[in-house]
């Protein structure tokens, strides 16, 4: 059974990873037409949004999709009563944006915003309709499939994006490319799970996901205001031209770190929830998890810390440029995040929503109170800010995984510390090469890109880092037929 789930696991791995990456890859390409075509400002508009968006959309999957996932014997009935409260929750949060986007308009004194507010609120209800048949195939670690839909419903959304971008259709551009793909998904989720509704619907069985799912709701509602209240300050406070910058550089991190986690995340959660009886295996996946996830987030973020500047030129054009420092200064929160983040994944899986409820209030307590001292004093200490709440919320949720599968905070800190020093030793190499008097800035990221995966490489290999050995030979025997290296040691 270990070696099934191990295998399930692994293979899952693989497809939530290469899922995520073709579609981070897609909507990478996507940023660069739309940021070359589209001015900050425009996008500064839609991130000013994007914090009511979000924070309807954590109501609508009210924590039931989640508890779904972590139940162990799930009904039909179960699933029933979460589908039509889903439908009934997009339909509410929608007719509620819908009316309060006069006095979101003029709250950020942007009467264009009222259209886009409204057009934008339909995505809750569409939304709505494919949460049971994704939670399904989390469920089942059957990434292949979700892979089969984004590759489909992204690439047409985008197209439709750029092409209106391009005839000048501006900030309605993006929000027809966000329509357009999350009807695709739901069309898309629908043609490919087989499950279908019956119409049966019980209180009674809402209530046995109520009180797992409620936290989750809860400590999803705190991630999502926190992880957006930020562009919502910004954007009352600030011009749209620096929330563009802001949010710009923010995409630019989460599309490493961000999305690195949420793809090893989609498999932990399903794993750890599988094997929550055993905490020695538990104990063994966590510490597992941590040391891949290191392996590949620390380098990535010091390496995108050091190449930022050419990058954006590269990337973005130099009217992106003001967003650097902010890019920096966001990677170190991406090297410390996804750690947190899979140590609470922990913690929830044990079925512990409450502490995960709790802990996210501490932390998020302190980062209000750390918005409310910088958010006069300009952007930058606004994110040292969010620095200072990754560092803190990492070690309390290391702290009470450690009181409760007995993975201590040394022992976290001994298992991550190779990566981070030969990261860190990588980002020297790396921001050395960039002293040299480049012709252009093409070049100069081009070398520094070359010299990190070399360096970093090499260096894994010389100090037999067993994590990179394991996904080195893992890699070598999908592709070439050799033996696999023995997995991590508990």
Known sequence: MVESLQKKAITGLAWSTLERVCQQLLQFVLAVFLARLLQPSEFGLIAMVGFFIAVSQSFVDSGFGSALVQKQN?????ECSVFFFNIAMGCSATALLFAIAPWIANFYSQPLLLPVIRSLAFLLVINSFGVIQHRILIKQMNFKTLF????????????????LAYYGFGIWSLVAQQLCYSSLHAILLWSFVGWRPSWIFSWQSLKSLFDFGSKILATGM????????????????????LLGYYSRARATQQLLAANLYFSIGRVTFPVFSS?????????????????????????????LAVVSEPLVQVVYT?????????LQLLCVVGLLHPLSAINASAITALGRSDLTLRLELIKKGLAVLLLACTWQLGLVPMIVGQVVVA????????????????YSMKQQIWDLLPALSLSLTMGA???????????????????????GVFSFALLCRLSGMESYQSIEHWIQKRLFG???????KS
């Open 482 to 488: 050799f033996r696999a290296a023995p997995t991590l």
């Open 275 to 303: 094997i929550q009886n055993d905490l020695v295996q538990l104990r063994a996946g966590v510490r597992k998890g941590l040391c891949y996830l290191c392996m590949i987030n620390f380098p990535l973020m010091v390496g």
């Open 74 to 78: 799930v009904t039909r009935l179960d």
């Open 318 to 326: 130099s009217k992106w440029l003001p967003s650097v420092p902010y």
């Open 222 to 241: 705190l991630e999502t205001i926190f992880q957006n209240m930020y562009e919502l300050v910004i954007g009352k406070a600030y011009t749209p031209d």
């Open 391 to 406: 560092i803190f919320g990492y070690f309390i949720n290391c702290l009470y995984t450690s009181k409760l599968i007995g």
């Open 429 to 451: 190499l790396v921001t050395a090469v960039g002293w040299y008097d480049y012709p252009n800035p093409h070049v100069q990221l081009i070398t520094q890109i070359f010299t």
């Open 148 to 163: 089969r839909v984004n590759a489909i419903s992204f690439p047409l959304a985008g197209l439709l994006g750029v092409s």
